[in-house]
């Protein structure tokens, strides 16, 4: 069973930056796909970025393009978050999700129904 577990979450200024970790209980991270979403109160779980390792292969929602960057540590089986200029309508529960990719990729998944493993979820706070 692949474990995920998120962390880096925290309260932070808007202007500021968070830098979110999701380690990865397999072997390699090159056959899964590894998607970062988010869930305010009161409304639905929503995709912010995903990477597929093997290829490169990244996808931003539009509301985070420019601002956010994903990117994996292959050796530490880790995918990062990097979140720069963060707004008060980032703050919300974050999770790390994963997928076995069995065939080749043509574009990486980001909704959540897409999403096999889940992490617990690392709180971010954007507030003055």
């Known amino acids: 069973q692949l474990q995920l577990v998120e962390s880096g979450g925290g309260l932070v200024q808007p202007g500021g930056s968070l830098r979110l970790s999701c380690a990865a209980s397999?072997?390699?991270?090159?056959?899964?796909?590894i998607g970062w979403f988010r869930q305010a109160p009161g409304k639905e779980r929503e995709g912010v970025s995903c990477?597929?390792?093997?290829?490169?292969?990244?996808r931003y929602a539009d509301s985070v393009k420019g601002r956010f960057t994903i990117y994996s540590d292959n050796a530490k089986n880790t995918v990062y978050l990097q979140m720069n200029s963060l707004k008060p309508e980032d703050t919300g529960v974050y999770y790390c999700?994963?997928?076995?990719?069995?065939?080749?990729?043509?574009?990486?998944?980001?909704?959540?129904?897409?999403?096999?493993?889940w992490g617990q979820g690392t709180q971010v706070t954007v507030s003055p």
């Open positions: 990477i597929y390792s093997r290829d490169g292969s990244r």
């Open positions: 397999v072997f390699t991270l090159d056959y899964y796909a």
């Open positions: 999700a994963a997928v076995a990719v069995h065939s080749e990729v043509v574009v990486v998944p980001m909704l959540p129904e897409e999403y096999d493993y």
